[in-house]
């Protein structure tokens, strides 16, 4: 599997989540068995690169290659700047919004908004071509199916980014119309998979390895891109990669193991946000790992009152410590509690 002149390890990808896919939870998903993690959206408004928000962002420190930076906006010009800005800060793959539901992304016609404007569209994606072709920086393209269940012109759009030099598609099996309510559907990126010779991914609602194995089949896509269900799991990746070699599912993570990779995600984390920002946005990520497990609900409510990285690591390493001593292996899922989570995926 490679993007553009770019190889990588294989064909399992984390989505670009705002909120979630930051440099510390990109790193977690790769070494568990992702072959590829790309980052939350940069936004092309020069006015907000200097921002503490974007800062972080826009950090790559010690991230595993490639690094790939996913940019939003609506201006051409904006946009080409902005593939420029991220390459100088160490990106090595620029992926165009296209694919964000959001309202406060599509108000501003940016994301999944962009579908319903293909003149703009098609605008946006030369332009920031033209600003990663000189620097041999390939180009993706994250879209949905379409603007609506009676305007689904992903093929269209697909087919003229494919034309201007993009090096790879990934497709959401839902419109923006749907965000992510109802069932994803394949036939649409079966299609895009079909008009295109640059490869094509497949993202949308992809929770197990029989899942990630059917929609394989189904859209003969050339990977598949998760989010939600990386959430309090990030380990679904090493699984998927085990079940589709073998056929056979890998036992459930022992507990000390789950203890440990959220402690290293934690102290990563910390690095990145500090003290005061690092505790309250680590909450979350703590609150996806317990909250399908016994006691997790009632844990993560006495967790968001910790107001220390130190108080949240203590209380996390005795809640598991005492899990483990009731279940040497994960007693269930912790995806099984995800179905209702948003995903800010772009």
């Known amino acids: 599997m490679h993007i553009g002149h770019i190889p990588l390890a294989n064909r399992l990808f984390a989505a670009p989540m705002a909120g979630v ?10 070494r568990l068995g992702a072959g590829y993690a790309v980052s939350e ?11 503490l928000k974007t800062s972080r962002r826009a950090n790559h420190d010690g991230e595993a290659a490639p690094i790939a930076v996913q940019i939003a906006g609506t201006d051409a010009q904006m946009m080409g700047e902005a593939a420029a800005y991220n390459i100088d800060r160490g990106a090595q793959i620029i992926d165009i919004n296209m694919g964000c539901p959001a309202k406060k992304v599509c108000n501003k016609w940016a994301g999944s908004a962009l579908m319903q404007d293909e003149p703009l569209a098609l605008q946006i ?10 620097r041999n920086v390939p180009v993706t ?4 199916t379409g603007w ?17 030099g993009v090096a790879m598609v990934a497709v959401h099996g839902r419109t923006r119309e749907q965000g992510y309510k109802g069932d994803a559907e394949y036939t649409t990126i079966a299609a895009v998979k079909a008009a295109l010779r640059v490869p094509v991914v497949a993202n949308g609602d992809i ?12 859209t003969g896509a050339d990977a598949i891109m998760i989010g939600r ?12 990669a085990h079940f589709l070699a073998t056929g056979e599912h890998l036992p459930a993570p022992e507990v000390q193991q789950a203890k440990r990779w959220l402690l290293e995600h934690l102290h990563d984390h910390y690095t990145l946000y500090g003290e005061f920002a690092g505790v309250r946005s680590a909450r979350k990520h703590i609150g996806w790992a317990v909250r399908a497990l016994p ?38 899922h912790a995806a099984a509690a995800n179905e209702d989570l948003v995903e800010l995926s772009a």
């Open 21 to 30: 896919t930051d440099r510390p939870f990109r790193q977690l998903c790769k």
């Open 41 to 51: 959206m940069v936004t092309s408004r020069k006015d907000l690169w200097n921002s």
């Open 125 to 134: 994606v030369e332009a920031v071509v033209a600003a990663c072709a000189p």
């Open 141 to 144: 393209l994250k879209m949905r």
């Open 148 to 164: 609506c269940a009676a305007e689904r012109n992903a093929v269209r759009i697909a087919r003229a980014a494919e034309a201007a």
């Open 207 to 218: 929770t197990s390895p029989e899942k990630a194995r059917d929609v394989l089949a189904a």
């Open 229 to 240: 269900a990386a959430q309090g799991r990030p380990w679904i990746f090493r699984e998927i």
């Open 295 to 332: 006691g997790g609900e009632a844990f993560r409510a006495s967790m968001n009152l910790l107001e220390s990285c130190d108080a949240q690591v203590s209380a996390v390493t005795d809640w598991f410590d005492e899990l483990a001593d009731a279940h040497t292996l994960l007693p269930l």
